[in-house]
């Protein structure tokens, strides 16, 4: 059976077509491009901005809220853990994205990862590390959850009305605005995000050096709130390069950096250092990948070997340097001085 021909379009027809078809079904309106994009694109980027960017005063974004309060449901606060996938699978009635953002979101806020200074997930399995950017977490399957004992704290009061409640997204649900918590998860655990041109990084601080800043604050409005809490607090630990007037300075804007050095111990014995805590904001490949890069350079001859040795007892990285080395480039050095 012969082919039909394909009809030949040209762009003038085809432009005069869709010109007719617009025009019956949708007059044209003559509009500015900004009264537009303030019209219909800021209303959509202050909602991912609020979704996505920025913590409610409760601590938490949608997702973590919808998850928690999923296994508050769940009787998963003092009762026995749960396949993670059991928990994904319920979450997604009031959170409407795919099963692994969901798992991500789980991810982050358990005890196994490490990223938050006060977990609110009880886990059992291998959910990764915060400071491992190439060990990946198992499959929901194979983990366990609950949540932990602070999470009491979090909930107190959310049988009693102590918060508005919403229809979920096919309404055939309920779920909080707010968390009726009285844990100070905003300030005490890390949070990251990113919107449409916003985006936030909130440190985590000491939960004491918190409650003793907040009764300060209570006795006295003015009360200098950096004697009391001087320095953000990490789960991954590091020492702070600390400078005052520069911590100073982030308090009253809110903005700022700051460094974090690693923690470290020098065995002479055995020609050893030992890397036992690192910054925050890297990983041990990002940081073995460098010291790698110096070594080849010439910029760090003394290094002969560098491995992870982290286990179960925590991190830590192993750097062997070449004694002898160290001696000839001493000498080399005195005898060039004398």
Same mark, same amino acid.
């Given at each position: 059976?012969?082919?039909?021909?394909?009809?030949?379009?040209?762009?003038?027809?085809?432009?005069?077509?869709?010109?007719?078809?617009?025009?019956?079904? @949708?007059?044209?309106? +003559?509009?500015?491009?900004?009264?537009?994009?303030?019209?219909?694109?800021?209303?959509?980027?202050?909602?991912?901005?609020?979704?996505?960017?920025?913590?409610?005063?409760?601590?938490?974004?949608?997702? *973590? /809220? #919808?998850?928690?309060?999923?296994?508050?449901?769940?009787?998963?606060?003092?009762?026995?853990?749960?396949?993670?996938? &059991?928990? %994904?699978?319920?979450?997604?009635?009031? &959170?409407? *994205?795919?099963? !692994?953002?969901?798992?991500?979101?789980?991810?982050?806020?358990?005890?196994? &990862?490490?990223?938050?200074? *006060?977990?609110? %997930? +009880?886990?059992?399995?291998?959910?990764? #590390?915060?400071?491992?950017?190439?060990?990946?977490?198992?499959?929901?399957?194979?983990?366990?959850? /609950?949540?932990?004992?602070?999470?009491?704290?979090?909930?107190?009061?959310?049988?009693?009305?102590?918060?508005?409640?919403?229809?979920?997204?096919?309404?055939?649900?309920?779920?909080?605005?707010?968390?009726?918590?009285?844990?100070?998860? $905003?300030? $005490?655990?890390? &949070?990251?995000?990113?919107?449409?041109?916003?985006?936030?990084?909130?440190?985590?601080?000491?939960?004491?050096? $918190?409650? =003793?800043?907040?009764?300060?604050? @209570?006795?006295?409005?003015?009360?200098?709130?950096?004697?009391?809490?001087?320095?953000?607090?990490?789960?991954?630990?590091?020492?702070?390069?600390?400078? #005052?007037? !520069?911590?100073?300075?982030?308090? +009253?804007?809110?903005?700022?950096?700051?460094? %974090?050095?690693?923690?470290? !111990?020098?065995?002479?014995?055995?020609?050893?250092?030992?890397?036992?805590?690192?910054?925050?904001?890297?990983? %041990?490949?990002?940081?073995?990948?460098?010291? =790698?890069?110096? $070594?080849?350079?010439?910029?760090?001859?003394?290094?002969?070997?560098?491995?992870?040795?982290? +286990?179960?007892?925590?991190?830590?990285?192993?750097?062997?340097?070449?004694?002898?080395?160290?001696?000839?480039? =001493?000498? /080399?050095?005195?005898?060039?001085?004398?």
């Amino acid at each position: 059976m012969a082919r039909k021909k394909k009809e030949d379009i040209n762009s003038d027809s085809l432009k005069a077509r869709l010109t007719d078809s617009t025009a019956k079904d @949708m007059p044209a309106i +003559d509009q500015p491009i900004t009264e537009m994009l303030e019209i219909n694109y800021m209303p959509y980027a202050m909602s991912v901005i609020v979704s996505r960017a920025i913590p409610e005063i409760d601590g938490f974004k949608p997702s *973590h /809220r #919808k998850l928690l309060y999923t296994m508050y449901k769940m009787g998963l606060l003092g009762g026995n853990r749960t396949k993670s996938a &059991n928990v %994904v699978g319920q979450t997604m009635k009031l &959170n409407p *994205h795919g099963d !692994q953002a969901i798992y991500d979101t789980m991810v982050r806020l358990t005890r196994g &990862n490490g990223s938050l200074l *006060h977990p609110f %997930v +009880d886990s059992k399995g291998n959910f990764g #590390k915060q400071y491992s950017r190439d060990m990946q977490c198992a499959a929901p399957r194979y983990t366990e959850v /609950r949540l932990e004992k602070i999470c009491e704290e979090i909930f107190k009061g959310i049988d009693k009305d102590a918060v508005d409640m919403v229809d979920n997204y096919d309404g055939t649900l309920k779920e909080p605005t707010l968390l009726p918590t009285t844990f100070p998860a $905003v300030l $005490v655990n890390a &949070n990251q995000g990113i919107a449409v041109g916003m985006a936030s990084n909130i440190c985590s601080f000491n939960l004491a050096e $918190v409650c =003793a800043a907040t009764e300060a604050y @209570m006795r006295d409005p003015f009360a200098d709130l950096l004697e009391i809490m001087p320095a953000p607090d990490f789960s991954g630990g590091g020492k702070i390069l600390y400078d #005052k007037n !520069q911590m100073k300075a982030i308090y +009253d804007t809110g903005k700022g950096t700051f460094s %974090v050095r690693a923690k470290y !111990q020098v065995d002479k014995a055995k020609n050893l250092i030992e890397i036992t805590e690192i910054p925050y904001s890297t990983s %041990v490949e990002a940081i073995i990948d460098n010291i =790698a890069d110096l $070594v080849k350079s010439g910029k760090a001859k003394e290094i002969a070997d560098i491995r992870d040795e982290t +286990d179960l007892d925590g991190l830590k990285i192993t750097i062997d340097y070449d004694k002898a080395l160290q001696i000839y480039k =001493a000498r /080399r050095y005195f005898l060039m001085q004398f």
